[in-house]
């Protein structure tokens, strides 16, 4: 079928798509009195720093008060004291705030699961809840498959090997900016189509999520002194060759067996 004028003129006035990381995006991080929200750890720093065409275009942090004691530990890794937190407004004191931060954009976090499962719980605990729909995209998961072989992936060091500055390390904004820079940097490795990217991104993060399983399964085993394997058509106890701490080579977590327990202490 031959083009009519209209058609070609429809055509050459369809906007071009933005290339997805230009598109506006809040890159969060948290700062935490520990390691799990089930157990009733709580947030005492959020970070939320926008990226619009794919510059920084406004930093967000607050302390808060967590309504529990705050480690020593937790001091030491951030730099935050107790009385930093005293008279700081709650979590939920805050939510409008934040939601108006996170509105309309892709979510942007390293190690995307630690921060996400904090978020939730603090939302759930006010009587809200995150943006609904809203996509998330994790730099660690694009640099644990765009860096394989040149050592550990911690933030700072994938920073570091991308030429991106970390200015205060454990700080909730400063650390949200630098995933933002890295994922900035990632995409010139990356597929320019966001569907294609986000595909990708669940790719990957399901075969590092199973590669790590199993390691962690095979290094316990070794800790627990067996692991089972099927021989003659028994069940045998057999000796693992793997050392204790044995995560595999794509393991981010240095020999952490426990991840979010990595990066607390040593993110």
């Known amino acids: 079928m031959t083009d009519t004028p209209e058609s070609l003129d429809t055509a050459a006035t369809q906007p071009t798509p933005v290339p997805w990381h230009l598109r506006p995006m809040a890159a969060i991080d948290t700062e935490t009195t520990g390691l799990s929200p089930q157990t009733g750890d709580r947030v005492i720093e959020l970070g939320v720093v926008a ?57 942007v976090a390293y190690n995307a699961s630690f921060d996400r499962t904090f978020l939730i719980a603090e939302f759930s605990r006010a009587g809200a809840q995150l943006p609904r729909g809203a996509r998330w995209l994790d730099p660690l998961v694009f640099a644990k498959e765009l860096q394989k072989g040149q050592g550990n992936h911690k933030l700072g060091t994938v920073a570091k090997r991308l030429g991106v500055p970390l200015e205060e390390a454990h700080r909730a904004a400063a650390d949200a900016e630098c995933a933002g820079w890295v994922l900035q940097k990632l995409a010139e490795q990356l597929p320019a189509d966001f569907d294609q990217l986000m595909d990708l991104h669940e790719k990957w993060e399901g075969e590092q999520e199973f590669e790590r399983s199993q390691w962690k399964a095979r290094a316990r085993g070794r800790q627990t002194g067996q692991v089972q394997t099927q021989g003659d058509g028994l069940m045998q106890a ?23 327990r990595f990066m607390i202490l040593h993110r």
Do not use: C, M
């Open 51 to 107: 990226f619009d065409n794919g510059e920084v275009t406004d930093r967000w942090s607050v302390l808060l008060d967590p309504q529990r004691p705050l480690d020593a530990d937790v001091t030491r890794l951030t730099g935050i004291k107790p009385e930093e937190l005293e008279g700081q407004p709650t979590f939920a004191e805050v939510v409008p705030q934040l939601l108006e931060k996170l509105a309309g954009r892709l979510l």
């Open 238 to 260: 057999q000796q693992s060759d793997l050392p204790a701490n044995a995560l595999g080579p794509t393991y981010a977590y240095g020999d952490e067996l426990d991840p979010v």
